[in-house]
């Protein structure tokens, strides 16, 4: 009989099978500490005290540590989701903890989470987050693009602001913008500010002197109104953001410019819509009496 020193150690109630000494294989864990790996952890008396996940026996140690790096980089990405989806777990004795911060205590002894618990809270922070995206979406302001504004503005502007020439993109919308005015009222021979005041002044059209008008009765108030709104806005344009394109000491940026296209667009859409009033004229050409 082998002495003491050379037999195997067993837990009482195991280790003998009719009698007779059972070997264990080398390495082999005994067998009360045996239980099932599961995904929530060992079960049996492990579960609670032994880690809730093990490395296999087969893993490169290395490979090991890259992954559980590049997990805790990820969290700490993620761990900006906890405050907006209100993710947390209660443990007990220990109260409410985030998990997405916590995930490492599923590899150490007494964790306080097991990888279900992890992993479900983040299909729960997932599933939040594109709750969210949706209401943003469908609450979210149309999108206006510069290339959806007016043809004429846009002709001139394109190839500038595609270059990031933002300001000079501007620029050239307003000159196309006054040369269609010039071109419609024939007005070629006044300042491009005193052309706007011109073109929608009160007096009715004479001899070389055209009117754009809103079509309508001009008795009716809204007619009236946008007519007046005409008068101050097309100068205030020139005034405000033609000037201003024009001096190469100022920069605008893409939102900067891009609101400044939209007011353009706007005039440009509207003296689509004007009327053109012309002097009554003599079958011999001459202008017809008051």
Sequence with gaps: MPDAAEQEPRVPGRGRRGG??????????????????????????????????FPRDDADPDEIARRRKKVSQLAGRASAAVPLTGISIGVQGVGTIDPITAWQTITRPKPLLEASDVLDAC?????????????????????????????????AAGRLWRDGHFREAVAGACEAV???????????????????????????????????????????????????????????VQLTIRNSAAHA??????????????????????????????????????????
């Design 249 to 290: 000491n100022i920069d605008l940026d893409e939102q900067a410019a891009l609101e400044r296209l939209a007011a353009l667009s706007l005039l440009a859409r509207w003296l689509d819509d004007c009327d053109l009033l012309e002097a009554a004229q003599r079958e011999d050409g001459t202008p017809a009496a008051g």
């Design 20 to 53: 007779r000494a059972v070997p264990r294989r080398a390495g082999r864990l005994p067998r009360a500490a045996r239980t099932q790996r599961r995904p929530g952890g060992w079960g049996g008396v492990a579960r609670g005290i032994a880690p809730a996940v």
């Design 123 to 155: 299909d729960q922070a997932l599933g939040r987050l594109e709750g969210m995206v949706v209401r943003a979406e469908a609450e979210r302001p149309p999108a206006i693009g510069a290339e959806a504004m007016h043809p004429v503005m846009w002709g």
């Design 178 to 236: 006054v040369a269609v005015v010039r071109a419609r009222t024939g007005r070629n021979n006044v300042p491009a500010t005193g052309l706007w005041q011109e073109v929608f002044s009160e007096k009715p059209p004479q001899p070389g002197k055209s009117r754009l008008r809103w079509p309508g009765d001009p008795a009716d108030q809204d007619v009236s109104t946008m007519n007046a709104g005409l008068r101050f806005f097309a100068p205030g």
